[in-house]
Nanobody
Framework: QLVESGGGLVQTGDSLRLSCVAS????????MGWFRRAPGKEREYVAV???????????YYADSVKGRFTISRDWAKNTVFLQMNNLKPEDTAIYYC????????????????WGQGTQVTVSS
């Protein structure tokens, strides 16, 4: 089970940190990703931290968030974070955490466990 938190209403240029707590399984065995769905748009990938047996998998970012967002893991807390800086109105969306067992893909359909989402709204 994945539970996201940390969303909210902020202004342009502000920062937020989203958290995704996993239960029932350890994130050690999973590729973890953040995806988002904006109103009227398709779901898109934001950031992925891929699985690796040495816990040093790769990280990937959508071009639209590169340099502003950072995905990270706290292995001890079984939690994944998305640090979002310099937020823009176009970042407004519901953000979802997802897990892919021993995955290396950034494609949403490869992820088989999803959280309920947390709303992020950025006002101009």
């Amino acid at each position: 089970q994945l539970v996201e938190s940390g969303g909210g209403l902020v202004q342009t240029g502000d920062s937020l940190r989203l958290s995704c707590v996993a239960s029932g399984a350890t994130i050690v065995n999973y590729s973890m990703g953040w995806f988002r769905r904006a109103p009227g748009k398709e779901r898109e990938y934001v950031a992925v931290s891929t699985w690796n047996q040495w816990r040093n998998g790769d990280t990937y970012y959508a071009d639209s968030v590169k340099g502003r967002f950072t995905i990270s893991r706290d292995w001890a807390k079984n939690t994944v974070f998305l640090q979002m800086n310099n937020l823009k109105p176009e970042d407004t969306a519901i953000y979802y955490c997802a897990a892919d067992y021993r995955g290396t893909s950034t494609i949403a359909t490869q992820f088989d466990s999803w959280g309920q989402g947390t709303q992020v709204t950025v006002s101009s």
